[in-house]
């Protein structure tokens, strides 16, 4: 059963962590797509180059890519709607394909650039390194060598400790929605309530016998732009006390949070009750309620 107040105290403490949280993912994200795109730019460069050279121009060449990808996104046919759109797939094919484009621009670029005193130097290193590991001499075994043995220890010691305290791999969505106070099948009644709000649906969620005008605008644009509801929940609170009294009269159960957004310049209110129930609004009338959840006994 859904524990109202504490899904409540939980959604509040994300929320005022909600920026920071935000900013270190996108921080992280950002980092990973440019080393990223950089791996695919970079194999265009055919001219010899050490390590930390090399990592250079990824590190450039994926940030240009990451450059292109932001800028250009917008001439993407693909990956626009739903989901895909939310994960940004549309943003994360631009920078492949700029990635690609940049690694065709450095096939050319590196094409005459001399390699062979970088070669050189490499060649004179790796003797270097041949003369002081034939000067050590063979080992008289390599399976009882001391250092061998420690290696295999270290390794299978900590793949043994693993072993032992395994319990399966964690299951991300259940870990959020334990956070939550959300069992699998609370989540089946929200999404199933989500799912409801329809032009196939909307009579199990209308409190009367008829919708107005400002309750369908309100119903369609819903259907529309679902994405969008996230967004509203974390909004501030709305103080409307009017609205607030209907969710109450309406549901018979206190109302533990409201919130609103705009949407397409139409304001959208979002009540929750401290029994589950969930009641979307304008800002005069109460247009739909349907519980989501019973609050802990």
Sequence with gaps: MVDAAGMVA??????????????GIQV?????????????????????????????????????????AVSLVKHMPLFKDG???????DMLATGVLASVVFAAGLVLLSRYIPSAPGIKKQINKLEERLQREQS???????????????GVVVILGLIGFSAMSFRGFPNFQQEVLSEFGITPEDLQM????????????LD?????????DDCGTVANLIIK??????????????????????????????????????????????????GGTMCI???????????VGTAAQ
């Design 204 to 212: 199990g969620l209308i409190p009367g016998d008829s919708i107005s």
């Design 281 to 291: 609004s304008t800002e005069q009338e109460v247009c739909f309620c349907q519980k």
């Design 83 to 89: 989901i895909f759109k939310i994960m940004q797939l």
């Design 28 to 68: 992280v994200s950002y980092i990973f797509l440019v080393l990223f795109f950089g791996s695919i730019a970079v194999i265009g460069y055919r001219a010899y180059a050490p390590f930390w050279k090399r990592l250079a121009l990824r590190i450039v060449f994926g940030f240009f890519s990451l450059f292109a």
């Design 10 to 23: 939980t959604v509040s403490e994300l929320l005022a962590n909600l920026p920071s949280i935000m900013q």
């Design 225 to 274: 732009h679902q994405d969008q509801l996230s967004s509203i929940i974390s909004n501030g609170d709305y103080a409307n006390p009017t609205i607030r009294d209907s969710i109450e009269q309406e549901t018979g159960e206190t109302v533990s949070s409201l919130k609103f957004g705009d949407i397409e310049g139409t304001r959208v209110v979002i009540g929750m009750t401290d």
């Design 136 to 150: 050590r001499g063979e080992p008289k075994s390599m399976i009882l060598n001391p250092f061998t043995i420690a």
């Design 190 to 201: 929200i999404s199933s309530a989500m799912g409801g709000i329809s032009s196939d649906g």
